[in-house]
């Protein structure tokens, strides 16, 4: 019986998306140090760019290419 490795995923993909989304979040920062205690950037776009970026894109980022592995050739062992 032979043990077979599991496929190595190509992360080049994850690094880019994790990449994009670590500058958005990085925006949504600078965002909110933009303007003065009561301007629009600071009070209303920085928070939905932060939103956006740590519940969005972070997660898109770690997700991307999880559904494509080959597993049903792993089940196979007749």
Known sequence: MQRRM?????L??????YYAAVMVVVLGYIFLMV???????SLTLGPIVLVIGYLAAIPIAL???????????D????
């Open 63 to 73: 997700l991307v290419g999880v559904g494509k592995r080959g597993d049903s050739e």
């Open 6 to 10: 599991p496929k190595k995923t190509d």
């Open 12 to 17: 080049s993909k994850n690094i880019k998306y």
């Open 75 to 78: 089940s196979k062992d007749d």
């Open 35 to 41: 303007g003065g205690a009561n301007s629009f950037t």
